[in-house]
């Protein structure tokens, strides 16, 4: 089957550094994205990753291992903005989006 | 970058009556559409994928003859909620997909609410 992993929740102090974690399994696998999404508002696209290894942009980094199917998501010098909801999705075979559940970040002064 | 617009933002609606909202891709063709669901607090679900000028693919579980979707066109594509009623109530998101384009673009959404 397929499917779609990442914490629930997490909680991080502003000024600091939090990782978010996401395995999946999918059929085929062509890629992986991270979407933000604040509440009540649509998903907004942060990073896809195709190939092994680290990709910097800005505040946030995000890696992915296909060998062991994992990809995490970097946010350097939290900001109280930055509360929201992280999804993480892979693309199958046929370029289809499998969602993760989101993990809801909380930014504490 | 590429923009999708979503019509309208929120709708109110009667339990028995239809709403219709619409997806159009501003500056780009979308080949494929998608639409979500999101209930409060998950995340979303993927109700039906559409390329342009076929019938679209409904997920399990979602009724092809409640949820109708046209996209009839390269940049519209419309969600028909037939005969709504309160668990309907939804935040519906599109999203769109040029040709050869892997990333999913998507709307701003429309928060429904049927009383």
């Known amino acids: 089957g397929q499917n779609i992993d990442q914490p629930t929740e997490m909680t991080a102090t502003e000024g600091a550094i939090v990782q978010i974690n996401c395995t999946y399994q999918?059929?085929?696998?062509?890629?992986l994205f991270w979407y933000q999404q604040h509440a009540g508002e649509a998903p907004t696209f942060l990073s896809y990753?195709?190939l092994d290894g680290l990709e910097e942009k800005g505040r946030f980094s995000s890696f992915l291992s296909r060998s062991k199917g994992y990809s995490y998501l970097l946010l350097k010098e939290l900001q109280m903005k930055d509360s929201a909801s992280y999804l993480c999705a892979a693309t199958d075979s046929n370029y289809q989006l499998i969602w993760g559940a989101g993990t809801k970040l909380i930014i504490k002064p | 970058g590429a923009v999708v617009s979503q019509h309208p933002s929120w709708v109110i609606c009667k339990s028995g009556t239809s709403v219709k909202i619409e997806c159009r891709s501003l500056?780009?063709?979308?080949?494929?559409m998608f639409w979500y669901r999101q209930f409060p607090k998950q995340s979303l679900m993927l109700m039906a994928t559409s390329n342009e000028g076929s019938k679209a693919t409904y997920e399990q579980g979602v009724e092809k003859d409640k949820f109708l979707i046209n996209h009839a066109s390269l940049t519209l594509s419309t969600l028909t909620v037939t005969s709504a009623h309160p668990e309907d109530s939804s935040f519906y998101i599109c999203s769109a997909r040029g040709n050869g384009d892997y990333e999913q673009y998507f709307g701003p959404g429309t928060r429904l609410t049927v009383t």
């Open positions: 500056d780009f063709q979308a080949t494929t």
């Open positions: 990753n195709v």
């Open positions: 999918t059929s085929g696998f062509n890629g």
